[in-house]
């Protein structure tokens, strides 16, 4: 069973940057964040394929950057630039299948997820 643990969550103001991080017990074909903001559906954020490709939804490229840290077993998202809008509750979350990062920014294919951590950005 993966198992996934999200941190680094905060609350920041307009602007500033944090770095969450998810510690995971065994790798998967497509790691992803997606995230989850009050009285929305969830939306896919970055995602990473066993090669090291990487895919952003429009409204964080080039403001967020996805890496894995394949020894300490570790999932990162780098938030710069943070704005109101990206409050919300972030997830990772994994896929051993094909699917999983071909579907991505939807979430067919993800097998497992983390609890979450919460990400405030105020004006």
């Known amino acids: 069973q993966v198992q996934l643990v999200e941190s680094g969550g905060g609350s920041v103001q307009t602007g500033g940057s944090l770095r969450l991080s998810c510690a995971y017990n065994?790798?998967?074909?497509?790691m992803a964040w997606f995230r989850q903001a009050p009285g929305k559906e969830r939306e896919g954020v970055a995602a990473?394929?066993?090669?090291?490709?990487?895919s952003y939804v429009e409204s964080v490229r080039g403001r967020f950057t996805i890496s894995k840290d394949n020894a300490k077993n570790t999932l990162y998202l780098q938030m710069d630039g943070l704005k109101p809008e990206d409050t919300a509750m972030y997830y990772c979350?994994?896929?051993?299948?094909?699917?999983?990062?071909?579907?991505?920014?939807?979430?067919?294919?993800?097998?497992?997820w983390g609890k979450g951590t919460l990400v405030i950005v105020s004006s």
């Open positions: 065994q790798s998967s074909r497509c």
């Open positions: 979350a994994s896929g051993a299948r094909v699917r999983a990062w071909y579907a991505f920014p939807k979430d067919d294919g993800m097998d497992y």
């Open positions: 990473m394929d066993f090669d090291g490709s990487a």
